[in-house]
């Protein structure tokens, strides 16, 4: 089970956040700048001895409720506009969430991972984004915190402490959305968790983007790390 014990108990996995074609240049639909150039560092990361590998991938369905298509003008506007939802299990809660430009559909090559991306190395796939009434940035969990078969098809969490998983590194995109949601429900999971700079990038790369997310991580105790730093080298130390 999760342990944040220290090296003493280490089994690390690498979490490949959405690295799919709607995110990356030159076609995406929702494009993070530079989003393609991180694969080298992933494969790099890939190659190590992880003791799991698990990528994540937006599975949304054509009428989700983040899409601007979802929505009639003038409140429709990607980027601008946002939208409250509901929790599906409790009406009473609710969360603005943001309008984005339909992406990652179902079926579509915009759902694929990018073919630069080992994905021999990966362990298993978990798609998540599925439920249409409710948005799902992280890896583990709905923005309510709720897990469901309906959203995601894996239970990541599970599938992490079954493997007897200590320390979760995450990499991937966008990392002030669902890369920094899935390292801070990682750390909530009980797990010692890390984000690899190097091999991240956001929508917004700016101070109120990925450095407000680099804060909030900080804050959480989620650790900033590089990939020549120490905690990649303590993977590199079990080959």
Known sequence: MADSGGLHSFTPALLVVDVQEDFCPPNGSLAVAG???????????????????????????????????????????????????????????SQEVPIWPAHCLQGTKGADIIPEIDISKLDDEVEKGRDSRVEMFSSFADVFGNKSSEAASLDLAARLKGAGVTHVYTVGLAGDYCVKCTALDAKKEGFEVYVVEEATRSVDAGEKGWGAAKEELIKAGVKIASIEGPEVAMVQSMA
């Open 35 to 93: 989003g393609r150039e991180i694969a080298p560092a992933i494969n790099g990361l890939l190659s190590l001895p992880f003791a799991l590998k698990v990528a994540s991938k937006d599975s949304h369905p054509k009428d989700h409720i983040s899409f601007d298509t979802s929505h009639a003008p003038p409140n429709n506007k990607a980027f601008e506009s946002s939208v409250k939802i509901l929790c599906p299990s409790d009406g009473s809660r």
